[in-house]
T-cell receptor
């Protein structure tokens, strides 16, 4: 399984853009990059995913480098409610299993 | 749609007791799975199902059984609870079990304590 590396923690001021990096240097051609977040101990919440093109939805933007070895999740105008642990995950299918290997994630703190 | 619903939210068991954690989804999702989350360990896959009547083991299946008699439901059974099974359990589902371009949707978890 491809693995991901993220910083342990980050801070961002409220109203500013939060840019969360992720390295996935062993990613292979058919593996998507997924981003989830977990607030307190709620269930992980899906944010966005992409293969090789940049993606944007109502929550965030995902920028994937051309070599696909890293990506950045952008929360354009961070609010206090965006304080959470953010997981960058490469998803693969192995023998029928949709395997998501969750690392430790980045603890993002939005400061007023 | 309610999404993925897990019951109960909290449970305390004594060692050796059995119980079933319920998971239901109303999105007609093909794929369902169970994860446990422990401090410092991240989320680990217990069991998964790619459709009704089909189940398979994940990373940490020992001590747990599952069944998938309907598309909607995927209960997780603890036959003889042990303190090592104290954890937060999450159920997750996705539309497709084949396409890896299909996000997983998680329930809000069951917090289980085994004394």
């Amino acid at each position: 399984d491809a693995k991901t590396t993220q910083p342990t923690s980050m801070d961002c001021a409220e109203g500013r853009a939060a840019n969360l990096p992720c390295n996935h240097s062993t990613i292979s051609g058919n593996e998507y990059v997924y981003w989830y977040r977990q607030i307190h101990s709620q269930g992980p919440q899906y944010i966005i995913h992409g293969l090789k093109n940049n993606e944007t939805n109502e929550m965030a933007s995902l920028i994937i480098t051309e070599d696909r070895k890293s990506s950045t999740l952008i929360l354009p105008h961070a609010t206090l409610r965006d304080t959470a642990v953010y997981y960058c995950i490469v998803r693969v299918k192995i023998q029928g299993a949709q395997k998501l290997v969750f690392g430790q994630g980045t603890r993002l703190t939005i400061n007023p | 749609n309610a999404g993925v619903t897990q019951t109960p939210k909290f449970q305390v068991l004594k060692t050796g007791q059995s119980m079933t954690l319920q998971c239901a989804q109303d999105m007609n999702h093909e794929y369902m799975s169970w994860y446990r989350q422990d401090p410092g360990m991240g989320l680990r896959l217990i069991h998964y199902s790619v459709g009704a009547g089909i189940t398979d083991q994940g990373e940490v299946p020992n001590g747990y059984n599952v069944s998938r008699s309907t598309t909607e439901d995927f209960p997780l059974r603890l036959l003889s609870a042990a303190p090592s099974q104290t954890s937060v359990y999450f159920c997750a589902s996705s539309y497709s079990s084949v396409r890896n371009n299909s996000p997983l949707h998680f329930g809000n978890g069951t917090r289980l304590t085994v004394t």
